[in-house]
């Protein structure tokens, strides 16, 4: 169970996983410019992944089921 990112120009990121409450499930730092996060000990539900480059700030939502 995982969720593949892939970040275009990737020199360093920050990944952070946070629930639709807000509480930050998992950060961690991506090197990659295709990246494979292991999500696995998450619950099903809809989650909002930030990711912070040195240029911007993305946002997406997912849901795991």
Not at 12 to 18: A, F, H, N, P
């Amino acid at each position: 169970e995982s969720i593949r990112l892939f970040i275009e120009n990737n020199t360093s990121s920050v990944v952070e996983i946070y629930s639709l409450e807000g509480k930050i499930m998992l950060k961690t730092d991506v090197e990659l410019e295709n990246s494979f996060l292991n999500v696995k000990h998450l619950n099903s539900g809809t989650y909002l992944i930030k990711v912070f480059s040195e240029k911007e700030v993305q946002q997406f939502r997912s849901v795991k089921y």
